[in-house]
């Protein structure tokens, strides 16, 4: 139970405004029941010696039997209790039923507080002086007293309660927002940025609870700007081991590629020098090697292509295209490789001249390599469709070639480098796997939406050049 109350600032400041408020009541009763009657007794006595002064101060103006009278009547209507004597002590009668003797005491017994107090007077009949004894009656005192302990039970029961709501009304008062102010302190100490409500107190719980929810605010800008610079931090490192493992399969890749001609060159000019079997055939075997050393020099423009647009240096040149144009001038330098391929291109590209801004050789180099892989992966007599077409969004451009399906799981890899679905990677059956990956890197810089996907019967490679990179020239 102590355990409890310690550690409950609320139930200790009801514990300790209830026993204050009950000692005071218990105070303010008995200074009460001591000193009010008393009080009043001094003021019961004051009042009578008032009015028998004022009495007797006249009796000098009266005869005896007036005086007598005159006592009467103050006896009658005071409640008092008078003795009168003579000179010598002789007690005389004025005709009073509650006028006391030497028993007065006894008589009295229900006073537990009393006055006596004597005066002396001579009547203007009479050489001889007169004393007068007065009795003050306590019996109303002693009634107030006798009421107060009557009523203590329900003076104890209303003190109790009225001490037991005002000590609950003190102890939400004051300890609920020291509380709620202690919780919100332990939430910031836990980093866990709850809102505190403000109630509009103006005290210092007020300012503190002000300044909490002010410090909570500030800690919780502070922490979602670290949280934010920390994942932004995150990020750049798994750039960074991104492009690191990139580079490395990149470099790998490149290595695999530029190995298996070298050798294949190599052993080609070995045979070559010494005369080794066919290898006499020089104008032969010489004919294979430049092929090699040729493919070998479009392999390796394409990596410096690849490097270059990757680097972080480099900025394309946008300028104003017309990309009907372009793509004719592409489409124009593919003719007889697709003659040779058997393949026919079937060209669609408008009437209107279209207009876009981008970098103009990187976009050629871009259709130059799509074009080139439905050339090379299409069935041997067989339709290529190329077309170019103003939509109300967007100006859209696709190739159309008839091949076999690419796998579905294998079309997003087909834009990572050195990706080919011919696993023994023959230059003869295919390229070098680096075309669309250039392709991916120079829409991506433009920042167009493009896709490759199965159709029937075929594959179609689409790109959609949004209408707000069209140019507004009147051509």
């Given at each position: 139970?102590?355990?409890?109350?310690?550690?409950?600032?609320?139930?200790?400041?009801?514990?300790?405004?209830?026993?204050?408020?009950?000692?005071?009541?218990v105070?303010?009763?008995?200074?009460?029941?001591?000193?009010?009657?008393?009080?009043?007794?001094?003021?019961?006595?004051?009042?009578?010696d008032?009015?028998?002064?004022?009495?007797?101060?006249?009796?000098?103006?009266?005869?005896?039997?007036?005086?007598?009278?005159?006592?009467?009547?103050?006896?009658?209507?005071?409640?008092?209790?008078?003795?009168?004597?003579?000179?010598?002590?002789?007690?005389?009668?004025?005709?009073?039923?509650?006028?006391?003797?030497s028993?007065?005491?006894?008589?009295?017994?229900?006073?537990?507080?009393?006055?006596?107090?004597?005066?002396?007077?001579?009547?203007?009949?009479?050489?001889?002086?007169?004393f007068?004894?007065?009795?003050?009656?306590?019996?109303?005192?002693?009634?107030?007293?006798?009421?107060?302990?009557?009523?203590?039970?329900?003076?104890?029961?209303?003190?109790?309660?009225?001490?037991?709501?005002?000590?609950?009304?003190?102890?939400?008062?004051?300890?609920?927002?020291?509380?709620?102010?202690?919780?919100?302190?332990?939430?910031?100490?836990?980093?866990?940025?709850?809102?505190?409500?403000?109630?509009?107190?103006?005290?210092?719980?007020?300012?503190?609870?002000?300044?909490?929810?002010?410090?909570?605010?500030?800690?919780?800008?502070?922490?979602?700007?670290?949280?934010?610079?920390?994942?932004?931090?995150?990020?750049?490192?798994?750039?960074?081991k991104?492009?690191?493992?990139?580079?490395?399969?990149?470099?790998?890749?490149?290595?695999?590629?530029?190995?298996?001609?070298?050798?294949?060159l190599k052993?080609?000019?070995?045979?070559?020098?010494?005369?080794?079997?066919?290898?006499?055939?020089h104008?032969?075997?010489?004919?294979?090697?430049?092929a090699?050393?040729?493919?070998?020099?479009?392999?390796?423009?394409?990596?410096?292509?690849?490097?270059?647009?990757?680097?972080?240096?480099?900025?394309?040149?946008k300028?104003?295209?017309?990309?009907?144009?372009?793509?004719?001038?592409?489409?124009?330098?593919y003719?007889?490789?697709?003659?040779?391929?058997?393949?026919?291109?079937?060209?669609n590209?408008?009437?209107?001249?279209?207009?876009?801004?981008?970098?103009?050789?990187?976009?050629?180099?871009?259709i130059?390599n799509?074009?080139?892989?439905?050339?090379?992966?299409?069935?041997?007599?067989?339709d290529?469709?190329?077309?170019?077409?103003?939509?109300?969004?967007?100006?859209?451009?696709?190739?159309?070639?008839?091949?076999?399906?690419?796998?579905?799981?294998?079309?997003?890899?087909?834009?990572?480098?050195?990706?080919?679905?011919?696993?023994?990677?023959?230059?003869?059956?295919?390229?070098?796997?680096?075309?669309?990956?250039?392709?991916?890197?120079?829409?991506?810089?433009?920042?167009?939406?493009?896709?490759?996907?199965?159709?029937?019967?075929?594959?179609?490679?689409?790109?959609?050049?949004?209408l707000?990179?069209?140019?507004?020239?009147?051509?």
């Amino acid at each position: 139970m102590i355990r409890f109350v310690k550690r409950h600032l609320n139930v200790k400041v009801f514990i300790i405004t209830l026993f204050i408020q009950i000692l005071i009541g218990v105070v303010t009763y008995t200074f009460i029941s001591i000193v009010t009657p008393k009080t009043y007794l001094d003021k019961i006595n004051q009042t009578t010696d008032a009015l028998v002064q004022s009495a007797i101060n006249r009796f000098s103006e009266l005869n005896l039997a007036e005086c007598k009278q005159r006592l009467l009547e103050l006896v009658m209507g005071n409640n008092l209790m008078i003795k009168l004597t003579d000179d010598k002590g002789n007690e005389i009668d004025f005709g009073s039923d509650i006028q006391f003797d030497s028993d007065y005491a006894d008589q009295n017994h229900l006073m537990k507080e009393y006055t006596e107090k004597g005066y002396t007077f001579k009547p203007k009949d009479s050489n001889k002086n007169y004393f007068m004894y007065i009795v003050g009656n306590g019996q109303r005192v002693n009634l107030f007293r006798d009421t107060l302990q009557d009523v203590i039970p329900y003076l104890a029961i209303i003190v109790v309660v009225i001490s037991f709501v005002v000590s609950l009304l003190c102890s939400r008062f004051i300890s609920n927002p020291v509380i709620k102010i202690s919780q919100t302190a332990k939430n910031l100490a836990d980093l866990k940025f709850v809102s505190l409500n403000r109630t509009g107190r103006q005290d210092e719980i007020g300012i503190i609870e002000e300044s909490l929810c002010e410090l909570s605010e500030h800690l919780s800008h502070a922490l979602n700007e670290l949280q934010n610079k920390n994942n932004e931090l995150k990020q750049e490192v798994e750039n960074v081991k991104r492009m690191e493992r990139q580079q490395f399969s990149f470099f790998s890749a490149v290595s695999h590629e530029l190995k298996t001609p070298i050798t294949a060159l190599k052993g080609q000019l070995l045979g070559m020098i010494h005369n080794v079997g066919g290898y006499k055939d020089h104008n032969k075997y010489l004919n294979r090697a430049l092929a090699i050393v040729q493919d070998m020099e479009s392999l390796v423009v394409e990596i410096m292509s690849s490097a270059k647009i990757h680097s972080d240096s480099f900025v394309p040149q946008k300028q104003e295209i017309e990309l009907k144009r372009m793509v004719s001038d592409v489409i124009n330098e593919y003719e007889d490789i697709a003659m040779s391929k058997e393949v026919f291109l079937q060209i669609n590209l408008g009437e209107e001249d279209i207009y876009v801004l981008g970098d103009d050789s990187l976009l050629r180099i871009a259709i130059s390599n799509i074009l080139s892989n439905a050339i090379r992966y299409s069935i041997p007599e067989t339709d290529i469709f190329v077309c170019l077409q103003m939509k109300k969004q967007y100006i859209l451009f696709y190739i159309i070639n008839q091949c076999e399906n690419i796998p579905e799981s294998e079309i997003d890899r087909m834009f990572l480098p050195f990706t080919r679905l011919e696993e023994s990677r023959n230059r003869a059956t295919g390229g070098s796997g680096l075309g669309l990956y250039l392709v991916k890197m120079i829409l991506d810089m433009h920042g167009v939406q493009y896709k490759l996907y199965n159709i029937p019967k075929g594959v179609k490679f689409e790109i959609h050049f949004d209408l707000d990179h069209k140019s507004d020239s009147s051509h």
